[in-house]
C-alpha cells in the first residue's frame, strides 16, 4: 500500500528503528544502506512516476556548510510531487522533495582531498520500483564501493547523523 509523500521522511524513519537504527545515531553505514534501499522500494502516493523521474535516488558526498565543513555522506529520494497548485498555468512543473538521510564524520586521513573534489555524487537514478530499482541500488552500491572517499565513509563510523524533508533546488 503506498504511503503518502508528506509521510515519505516517517516512512524512512521507521525502517531504520525497525532495524535498531535512530535517525539521529546512525553509526553503521552499511546497515542505513539497507534501510535506505528498503524505503527505496516503498511505493509512495501523490508523484510522478520514476520513468518520469518522479521518483529517484542519489549518494552524495564531499564537505558542506551546513554540516560545518565536516565530510559527510549521503543517501537521498527526491520525489516530484504532483499535487501541487498550479496545474492549469502552461508552465507548472512539479515540486521537488528530498528525504535525506546525512552521515557527517570526523577528518580522516582516508577522505582528505575531498575539500579538492567538490561535492561529489552519484547522479540520480529513476528506476521503477521492484527489481530493476533493486539492481540500480546494488550497482550504486558497488560504484560508492569503488570510490576511495565514499568507500572509507562506508567502512568509518558516523560522529552524527541527520534525516531531513526538505523542498528540493
Do not use: H
Not at 89 to 96: A, F, H, I, R
Not at 134 to 149: D, G, H, T
Request: aromatic share 12%; with cysteine; proline share 7%.
Amino acid at each position: 500500500m503506498p504511503i503518502p509523500w508528506r509521510s515519505s521522511a516517517e516512512a524512512f524513519a521507521r525502517i531504520l528503528q525497525q532495524r535498531g537504527i535512530a535517525p539521529d545515531g546512525v553509526r553503521d553505514v552499511g546497515a542505513a544502506w539497507d534501510a535506505f534501499g528498503e524505503f527505496c522500494q516503498v511505493e509512495v502516493d501523490g508523484i510522478g512516476r520514476a520513468e518520469n523521474d518522479g521518483d529517484g535516488f542519489i549518494a552524495e558526498w564531499g564537505k558542506w556548510d551546513w554540516n560545518d565543513g565536516l565530510p559527510s555522506l549521503s543517501f537521498g529520494r527526491l520525489l516530484a510531487v504532483t499535487g501541487a497548485d498550479g496545474r492549469e498555468d502552461p508552465e507548472w512543473q512539479p515540486e521537488y522533495w528530498k528525504v535525506e538521510l546525512q552521515l557527517i564524520f570526523p577528518e580522516d586521513p582516508a577522505w582528505a582531498d575531498l575539500d579538492s573534489l567538490g561535492r561529489q555524487n552519484t547522479g540520480y537514478n529513476f528506476d521503477v520500483i521492484g527489481v530493476s530499482r533493486a539492481a540500480a541500488l546494488v550497482k550504486l552500491r558497488r560504484f560508492i564501493e569503488s570510490c576511495p572517499q565514499p568507500a572509507a565513509m562506508c567502512r568509518a563510523t558516523p560522529t552524527r547523523s541527520e534525516l531531513t524533508f526538505e523542498r528540493a533546488g
